[in-house]
């Protein structure tokens, strides 16, 4: 019965973190929202937002992050939020910035493989030990037929505990010829992987040289 009770709690704790992530998201975009860390505490849940302007989520006088405390107290029930701002020091190494990168790309109607073959050169060049861009769905003009272009490049865990080591994201565009899905993996600079030992690989030339 308390494992019963122990684990409904863990759901629900994953739920409402999940739905925190999201509205965080929609409304500090122009923020640069990245990523939120929640850790609950006796007394209070600390609340960590990553973003590229910090001033756009702190507010004048602390007026919005006043406001978003009193949103996740009173819309999410979180107990007692202390919220605090993190400015992102590389964004080209925040997956869902970079996949929002490749959303707003390819909405103005950029090449799709061009694009990610230099946005994974921009990533492998700022220290990662893998990357792996995904976009699939209608990659062209009206009338084309649904497609996938994955491009990755260095060490890219696909199964078991090791995949809990990368940071990963997930974003849709939709320009005017239809849906396209995105899916952003990146292994940081420095990670220690338990079975291996994992060092950053020289670019290949035809990923070195995407969008020159």
């Known amino acids: 019965m308390i494992l019963m009770v122990i684990e409904r709690k863990f ?13 965080l998201e929609k409304n500090l975009t122009r923020a640069g929202f990245s990523r939120v860390e929640i850790q609950k505490t006796p007394l209070l849940t600390r609340i960590t937002v990553y973003v590229t302007t910090p001033g756009k989520v702190i507010g004048r006088g602390g007026e919005t992050i006043n406001l978003l405390t009193d949103t996740l107290k009173n819309k999410f029930h979180v107990d007692n939020p202390q919220i605090s ?18 959303a ?11 694009l990610l ?22 990659l062209a003009a009206k009338g084309a037929k649904k497609r996938k272009i994955k491009v990755r490049l260095g060490y890219m865990p696909m199964a078991g505990d090791t995949v809990k080591l990368v940071d990963a994201a997930a974003l849709a565009a939709y320009p005017k010829y239809g849906a396209i899905g995105i899916k952003v993996r990146i292994v940081q600079p420095g990670t220690i992987f338990p079975d291996r030992q994992v060092k ?6 035809n990923i070195a040289a995407a969008g020159q």
């Open 11 to 23: 759901i629900e704790d994953a739920i409402v973190k999940d739905k925190v992530s999201k509205y």
């Open 85 to 102: 701002v993190a400015e992102v020091t590389n964004p080209r190494l925040e997956p869902r910035l970079v996949a929002r990168y490749v």
């Open 104 to 114: 707003n790309s390819l909405e103005r109607g950029a090449n799709a493989r061009s």
């Open 117 to 138: 073959h230099s946005v994974v050169r921009d990533i492998m060049m700022n220290g990662a030990l893998g990357a792996e861009v995904i976009a699939s769905g209608k």
């Open 200 to 205: 950053q690989i020289e670019l290949p030339k």
